[in-house]
């Protein structure tokens, strides 16, 4: 018991940081959105490769990506689309591939609903191993085009006109978003991980003011967010990613109430 206790830490704690990262990206890009729509392109991957007798990870993984890194194939200058009515409109799409896909899915509907909520009885050694490389990843892709995903944050018309190559670096950050939100599905859940990208960056934004700062703080708000609410799951044997939004949501709370205070309003 201690073991798969710990195990759900590790995994918890990484998925945190993880989502939390992204999500100063995100929510500064002005796009948090993207999570909940690739969370369900994920869903539908995972349906339609049980339903053709594939790989579910595979199949959540591939069309995460590919959903992901749709959005940066259609910049909204040339398609007089803006980017979160881009991102309805695939989200739309991914709800109903979705519900299809469980209207034909035959056998027990049981791990396919545990998409939606999170399940911290999915954790295993390999998800551990899968959700820490996908981790790794993120931490060097963002150390290799720092500077790129800083100007991209502030501007993505000024990345371009000051020759930062902002179409390549965008689309690989979507793909990495697509890759991390469908392999931390299963453990926060579909309807779920929006909150864990936006809450803890959203606390973060309201405290800080120096980049470095903001992501260090979103990090670390995003595994505080993961582990507690693993925690109170665990021991209360209650929905886990419910406990994880209520924890992310406080600690939103809390960092907004701070700052009122440290302004005297």
């Given at each position: ?7 759900i ?7 945190g940081a993880?989502t939390?990262f992204?999500g100063v990206?995100?929510v500064?890009?002005?796009?948090p959105?993207?999570?909940?729509c690739i969370?369900h392109a ?6 339609l ?6 790989n579910?990870?595979?199949g959540?993984m ?6 992901a890194?749709?959005m940066a ?5 040339k398609?007089?689309l803006d ?5 309805a409109?695939?989200?739309?799409l991914?709800?109903?591939l979705?519900?299809l896909g469980?209207?034909?899915v035959?056998?027990?509907r049981?791990?396919i ?6 399940n ?7 998800s551990v191993?899968?959700i820490?490389a996908?981790a790794i ?6 150390m290799?085009f720092?500077?790129e995903l800083?100007?991209i944050?502030?501007s993505?018309q000024i990345?371009?006109?000051?020759g930062v190559?902002?179409?390549l ?29 936006t809450?803890p960056a959203?606390?973060a934004?309201q405290?800080?003011?120096g980049?470095?700062?903001l992501?260090?703080t979103?990090t670390?708000?995003?595994m505080l967010?993961?582990?507690?609410g ?7 044997d209650l929905?886990t990613g ?5 924890v ?9 109430l701070?700052r009122?205070l440290?302004q005297?309003d």
């Amino acid at each position: 018991m201690d073991s798969f206790f710990y195990t759900i830490i590790l995994a918890g704690a990484v998925a945190g940081a993880s989502t939390g990262f992204l999500g100063v990206y995100l929510v500064g890009m002005r796009i948090p959105f993207i999570g909940i729509c690739i969370s369900h392109a994920a869903m539908a991957g995972t349906i339609l490769a049980v339903l053709f007798g594939l790989n579910p990870v595979l199949g959540a993984m591939a069309l995460s990506v590919l959903t992901a890194t749709s959005m940066a194939a259609i910049p909204p200058e040339k398609s007089r689309l803006d980017t979160n009515a881009g991102l309805a409109i695939l989200f739309s799409l991914m709800l109903g591939l979705t519900f299809l896909g469980m209207g034909l899915v035959k056998d027990s509907r049981n791990e396919i609903l545990g998409l939606l909520w999170g399940n911290i009885l999915f954790v295993g050694g390999e998800s551990v191993v899968v959700i820490v490389a996908t981790a790794i990843v993120l931490a060097v892709f963002a150390m290799l085009f720092n500077k790129e995903l800083k100007v991209i944050l502030f501007s993505r018309q000024i990345a371009a006109a000051t020759g930062v190559h902002s179409g390549l670096v965008y689309g690989l950050f979507l793909a990495l978003c697509g890759l991390i939100i469908s392999i931390n599905i299963k453990l926060i859940g579909g309807m779920m991980i929006f909150s864990l990208i936006t809450n803890p960056a959203a606390a973060a934004y309201q405290l800080c003011r120096g980049h470095r700062s903001l992501v260090l703080t979103a990090t670390i708000f995003g595994m505080l967010s993961a582990v507690v609410g693993f925690g109170i799951s665990f021991y209360l044997d209650l929905p886990t990613g419910a406990c994880i939004v209520l924890v992310s949501t406080a600690i939103f709370g809390l960092s907004l109430l701070a700052r009122r205070l440290r302004q005297g309003d």
